[in-house]
Each structure stands twice: as structure tokens, then as C-alpha cells.
């Protein structure tokens, strides 16, 4: 029932998925900034140009795998959606560029799709969009667990999140009474970070002690099989400016928002920021 939704809304609103992160977004830059600090990190100074082999879980309309692909490295992509990945392919033939593999299937049986399910293999994988949707922490847990089992030791796993924060600003913004009005609602809400209600897919909206845990609990769970990780940092991906205050940046020209950028950049992963984020990046590394 859950996943229905999610594929279904997914499948019906790819456009509209599409345009959400456009060039100029705050989410969207800050976030490729990190993907590619990670991949700056694994390629050896005197050799920058050789392409790398990512894994996009989660990829949507292609918005990182893409430009990575542009960059030069080989992409293999997922997602539960096969209209968004299917849109992903489109996009990137008409760049001129193709995929390594692209499938649709949801992120929890990632260890039957041996297309990319490929152990200890990828120098990055990327998970930009199912742990906001998947309500079950052990399922979450488990997600994470499976991408750790397919980066190569030294590689990255980048992980995306929603923020609980994000939906009560919002709220605050829209539709102030809305907290004490339906208590019975946030009480549990504030608990749990499930958001199932409402037309959209359901979501979940995680705590940074909840990401914190999560991490802890892929990374134990990963030493019983060999796995060793580390979480390298959190990233705020709309900085201390919040989403309200970054959307206003959409309208600037290039320079303008340059310079928004490189200061938002400057304190993204300070743990004072955090709070302000609507999303937030896990950089996790794999050690062994
Ligand atoms: C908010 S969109 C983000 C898309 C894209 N990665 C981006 O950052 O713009 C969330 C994406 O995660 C996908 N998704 C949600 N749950 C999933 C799951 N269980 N397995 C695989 N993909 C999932 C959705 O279909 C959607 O494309």
C-alpha cells in the first residue's frame, strides 16, 4: 500500500519532479558540491579526468547522474519510479550521454538486482530519495546497510534526508495554528517523523539524532559482515538559511548566487547549521 503511493506518485508527477531542483536551487548545488567533493577526494591528483563508476539509487529524473555523466564518469541509476528513470535516460540521450545500467525497482531489494547490486564495487553510491520515503527504521537501516555492501572500501555512500524541521516551518509559515489545532497529529508526528497522510506519498521526516542513530546502526550491523564505515559529516543543503529564505536565491543571476553559495557553503557542515536545514546530507565513508 505504502510503496503503491509512492511509485504512483512518483510515476504521475515526473515533471513536476523535475523542475523542483533546477539550476540555481541552493538543495541542489549544495548537494553537488559534497557528491563532487567526494569524488575529488577518490581520484588521484595526477590522473582528475578518469571517470568513476557511481551507483544513483533513487536517481529520479537524473538531476545527479546526469552531470555526473557529464563529468565523465559511468553511471548506473535506480528507482522505484520506472517513469522517472525512464525520463532519466531520455534526458541523458538527448545530451548525448547513456547510463552503465538503469532499472526501476524500489531501493529495499537492491540486493536482488544483480544489474547493479555489484559488492565492494562503486567508488560512490548515492541515495537522494528513498530514505525519505521509507517509514520502517529497520527497512531505512537496511537500505543503507545494502549501499555500504556496494562501495568499494575508501568510497562514499552520500544519503539524503528530510527534516521533521522543514515540515514544521513550513507549517509555521502557512498555517500557524495548525500545531495546537491538530496535536493529536504532531504528537505522534514529533515521535516518529511518519507524514502518511494528505494526497502526496507518505513520508518520512527524520531528527538529527535519528540520522546520527541510523548511521551507527548500518555501521555496527556492517562490522558483523566486514564492512567497516565512518560518517565523514552531516551537511545542511539549504545552510543556515532555511528553505524559505534559499528559495528567494532561484532569481538570482549567476554571480549573485555564486556568492550566496560559497557563503552558505562556508558553515553547511557546522553543527549549528543543522537545525536549519530542510535537507540533509550523510557523507558516510566506507573504511574496510
Ligand atoms: C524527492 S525525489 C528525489 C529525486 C532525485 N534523487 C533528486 O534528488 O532530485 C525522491 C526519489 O526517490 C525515489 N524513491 C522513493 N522511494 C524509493 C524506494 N523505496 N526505492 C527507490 N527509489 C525510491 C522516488 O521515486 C523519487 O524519484
Known amino acids: 500500500m505504502t510503496e503503491n503511493k509512492v511509485t504512483q506518485w512518483y510515476n504521475e508527477h515526473v515533471e513536476l519532479e523535475d523542475k523542483c531542483l533546477i539550476s540555481g536551487n541552493l ?43 557529464q563529468d565523465g564518469h559511468r553511471v548506473s541509476i535506480s528507482d522505484i519510479s520506472s517513469a522517472s528513470a525512464n525520463f532519466a535516460v531520455q534526458k541523458a540521450q538527448a545530451a548525448n550521454l547513456h547510463f552503465v545500467t538503469s532499472s526501476a525497482f524500489d531501493a529495499r531489494s537492491l540486493r536482488s538486482h544483480s544489474e547493479i547490486y555489484k559488492p565492494n ?36 555512500v552520500l544519503a539524503a534526508f528530510v527534516t521533521r524541521n522543514a515540515h514544521l516551518r513550513d507549517i509555521a509559515v502557512r498555517d500557524p495554528g495548525r500545531l495546537a489545532r491538530e496535536w493529536g497529529f504532531y504528537e505522534r508526528y514529533l515521535r516518529d517523523g511518519r507524514y502518511t497522510r494528505g494526497g502526496k506519498a507518505p513520508m518520512y521526516h527524520a531528527s538529527l539524532k535519528e540520522i546520527r542513530a541510523l548511521v551507527a546502526t548500518a555501521r555496527r550491523k556492517g562490522q558483523d559482515k566486514g564492512i567497516g564505515s565512518e560518517l565523514g559529516k552531516l551537511v545542511s543543503c539549504e545552510g543556515f538559511l532555511g528553505f524559505q529564505h534559499a528559495s528567494h536565491l532561484v532569481e538570482l543571476d549567476e554571480d549573485a548566487f555564486a556568492r550566496w553559495r560559497e557563503v552558505v557553503l562556508g558553515s553547511a557542515a557546522d553543527e549549528a547549521t543543522l537545525g536549519a536545514a530542510d535537507h540533509i546530507l550523510a557523507v558516510i565513508r566506507r573504511t574496510s
Open 27 to 69: 538543495q541542489y548545488e549544495i548537494t553537488l558540491h559534497y557528491i563532487r567533493e567526494a569524488i575529488a577526494s577518490l581520484q588521484r591528483p595526477e590522473d582528475p579526468a578518469k571517470g568513476l563508476h557511481i551507483a544513483d539509487i533513487g536517481c529520479g529524473t537524473g538531476v545527479y547522474a546526469i552531470p555526473l555523466a
Open 121 to 156: 564495487h562503486y567508488s560512490l553510491v548515492l541515495l537522494p530519495g528513498p530514505l525519505y520515503h521509507i517509514l520502517d527504521e529497520d527497512e531505512r537501516c537496511d537500505v543503507l546497510l545494502s549501499a555500504l555492501e556496494i562501495v568499494k572500501p575508501g568510497g562514499y
